[in-house]
């Protein structure tokens, strides 16, 4: 049964992005994304290193990972304290989730674009302020309740070892609902890229209904690295019309006067 909303734009049923708003009006909001990072629109601005603490091999106590085909992307929900710090944050921010979006084709599939160009996929890394909130959910549409830590998935000619914890159970995964917790949770650092020093700050909202707002984004400039053959697993997946799923991302919104910060420390 088709969802409300969608990456489809001509199927009955399904409303695409360019329709988003008739299922959540917080859609055609002033400061959404994804949008063009552009250095030449960025100020600089030295907001200090993204911390991250339980991403390593020594995951947090009680830590737990389950794979979810949600028919639009695949989310891999965390239990445990996978909390983010630095960065110009201001908070203890916690992750409860991580999730894909990619394309059909290695010339399209990210959400944001790194000056004027996409890549094949991207990785976003969902965290809430643990402050003021006790969960995502609460702190969806609050100011700054949400950051996202957003990265690049560029393409090389090796599988990426780090990556096959994560891809192996993709089997049990195929169809729109299906769910694995895996065996252990693997390190969620060693896929991401050793230096995260360079990255633009700004203020959007989620790239999926409802889109909201006050969510603080935070785009590395290094890549996660990925093969072609890796990220065709991913395509492989059925979604929620039981069709391939792929170029499952937003396109490009307005900066609409926003502040684009580029950390230069």
């Known amino acids: 049964m088709a969802s409300s909303w969608g990456y489809h734009y001509l199927t009955e049923g399904e409303l695409g992005p360019s329709r988003w708003w008739e299922a959540d009006e ?7 994304s994804p949008i063009n990072l552009l250095a030449a629109e960025a100020k600089s601005q030295c907001l200090g290193e993204i911390e991250l603490d339980g991403f390593g091999d020594e995951p947090p106590e009680g830590a737990t990972m389950t794979l979810t085909n949600t028919g639009h992307y695949v989310k891999i929900k965390l239990t445990g304290n996978y909390l983010v710090t630095g960065g110009g944050l201001g908070s203890v921010y916690k992750s409860d989730q991580f999730h894909f979006h990619w394309g059909m084709k290695d010339s399209r599939g990210s ?4 000056e004027g160009s996409p890549y094949p996929a991207e990785m976003h890394i969902v965290t809430y302020d643990t402050a003021r909130f006790s969960s995502e959910a609460e702190a969806v549409g609050k100011d ?10 560029e393409l090389v000619d090796e599988d990426n070892p780090a990556f096959e914890p994560l891809l192996t159970p993709f089997e049990n995964i195929e169809l729109e609902g299906d769910a694995v917790q895996l065996d252990e949770p693997f390190s969620i650092e060693s896929v991401l890229p050793e230096d995260r020093s360079k990255f633009f700050r700004y ?3 989620l790239t999926t209904p409802p889109c909201a707002e006050g969510v603080v984004w935070t785009n590395f400039k290094n890549t996660v690295k990925m093969s072609a053959s890796q990220l065709q697993r991913f395509r492989d997946l ?6 391939n799923m792929q170029d499952n991302f937003r396109p490009i919104q307005r900066l609409n006067n926003r502040k684009l910060f580029d950390n230069t420390c």
């Open 26 to 32: 917080r859609c055609n909001g002033h400061f959404q």
């Open 203 to 205: 203020m959007g909202s």
């Open 238 to 243: 059925k979604d929620e019309l039981d069709l």
């Open 111 to 114: 959400e944001h674009y790194l």
């Open 144 to 153: 700054r309740g949400l950051a996202v830590l957003g990265f690049f998935v």
